[in-house]
């Protein structure tokens, strides 16, 4: 599994269960999906998660076939 695939599983996770916590527990467990979402979102414009970060020094791989050579 790569790093993007890993990013996208685990947030999908989290607000999953916090949308399951919420139903079952408290309605303040909705702040984890927000917050998740949040994260999420930001990364998409400034190209950072903390996420990524970590499993990348944990070694996971890259997607290597989206990346282009230049001719």
Do not use: Y
Not at 31 to 48: D, K, P, R, Y
Request: positive net charge.
């Amino acid at each position: 599994m790569t790093v993007d695939r890993t990013v996208r599983l685990v947030v999908g996770l989290v607000v999953a269960l916090s949308v399951l916590l919420m139903w079952i527990h408290s309605p303040a467990w909705g702040w984890v999906a927000v917050i998740a979402a949040l994260s999420l979102a930001q990364s998409a414009f400034s190209g950072t998660c903390p996420l990524s970060f970590l499993l990348r020094k944990l070694g996971m791989r890259e997607n290597r076939c989206a990346k282009h050579v230049e001719q």
